[in-house]
């Protein structure tokens, strides 16, 4: 069984990833006639050369709904907890 992205960003270190949602970067959304959605996007801060972007790009594909519930949930715990200083 191969690695899970999980475990890739947990040895990379959480703190070291960067992320960007398509939605606030998309130029273009194309639908083809073989039905595959073309997304065209500018990747900030990535400066580029003959061997693609100097970091790896990867594209997540998750459910939009969940992810919403997962932050709003993860909102909700951090009103009920509060800040400590911890």
Known sequence: MGLKLS??????GDD??????LDTCTDSLNL????????????EGQPF???GTK????VVW?????VKEIVAASKAALTIGGDHGE
């Open 7 to 12: 475990e890739l960003i947990a040895a990379y």
């Open 16 to 21: 070291k990833v960067m992320f960007q949602i």
């Open 32 to 43: 083809t006639k073989r039905g595959i959605t073309k997304v065209t996007f500018g990747a």
């Open 49 to 51: 050369d003959y061997n």
């Open 55 to 58: 970091n790896l790009g990867l």
């Open 62 to 66: 998750l459910d939009r709904d969940r």
